[in-house]
């Protein structure tokens, strides 16, 4: 079992900075991805970031050279820095952890981007 708790989350202006941090516990030894992920009203589930236990980074288009996924040397924490953000990056941001046949996410964090 994985518990994955995120914090974060807060009501921005557009072109301010924000970051998510994901806190992991249980028997993260089995966790092989890790990653963020944000639902906007009305809209499915879409992947934000990953980070693998190697350290490889994926960013979704919409965000790439404006986010960034990093994590504590402990694999207990992974953050997501947020910069320049946009109304559109409006959503519940999930954290995510894969391990072998499962998928594990925490209950998410408000992300408002409004003037």
């Known amino acids: 079992q994985v518990q994955l708790v995120e914090s974060g989350g807060a009501l921005v202006q557009p072109g301010e900075s924000l970051r998510l941090s994901c806190a992991a516990s249980?028997?993260?030894?089995?966790?092989?991805?890790m990653g963020w992920y944000r639902q906007a009203p009305g809209n499915q589930r879409e992947l934000v970031a990953t980070?693998?236990?190697?350290?490889?980074?994926n960013y979704a288009d919409s965000v790439k050279g404006r986010f960034n996924i990093y994590r504590n040397n402990d694999k207990r924490t992974v953050y997501l820095r947020m910069n320049s953000l946009k109304p559109e990056d409006t959503a519940v941001y999930y954290c995510?952890?894969?391990?072998?046949?499962?998928?594990?996410w925490g209950k998410g964090t408000l992300v408002t981007v409004s003037s």
């Open positions: 995510n952890a894969q391990v072998p046949s499962t998928t594990y």
């Open positions: 249980g028997n993260i030894a089995s966790i092989y991805v």
């Open positions: 980070i693998t236990s190697s350290g490889s980074t």
